[in-house]
């Protein structure tokens, strides 16, 4: 267990360079919010299934996850070839339509918005 928490430690405080490299890095794209007022969660879970083309359409997805947990705070994550490719995507997506009617069913006082470099990735 120590040398698991010394491995933790030393991953953390090593300098971006040892631990990044120069290649771009796979990127999280992690999202936390809440519904707006009158809104269900089917109506959450139709408007990002209507979002899956465009974000298929980037070719730079490898996975999405949506969850909720027990308060009713949702965490929508993105898994990206590259912080540049989330980014972009990022940008395109608020002139996407199908992304308005996604949009619509989130409290957008309530969005938190995060980008992080995947530095280890299980299969």
Request: aromatic content about 6%.
């Amino acid at each position: 267990m120590k040398s698991f928490a010394l491995a933790a430690a030393v991953l953390l405080l090593a300098p971006s360079g040892v631990v990044r490299g120069s290649e771009p890095r796979p990127t999280l794209e992690i999202v936390t919010f809440r519904l707006a007022p009158g809104t269900d969660a089917a109506t959450l879970l139709d408007a990002a299934r209507g979002t899956e083309a465009f974000l298929r359409s980037r070719g730079a997805v490898s996975g999405r996850w949506l969850a909720v947990d027990d308060d009713g705070l949702w965490t929508d994550v993105v898994l990206w070839s590259s912080r540049s490719a989330a980014l972009s995507a990022s940008e395109a997506a608020m002139k996407e339509p199908s992304f308005e009617a996604f949009l619509a069913t989130i409290d957008p006082g309530s969005i938190g918005l995060r980008h992080t470099d995947v530095i280890l990735q299980m299969e």
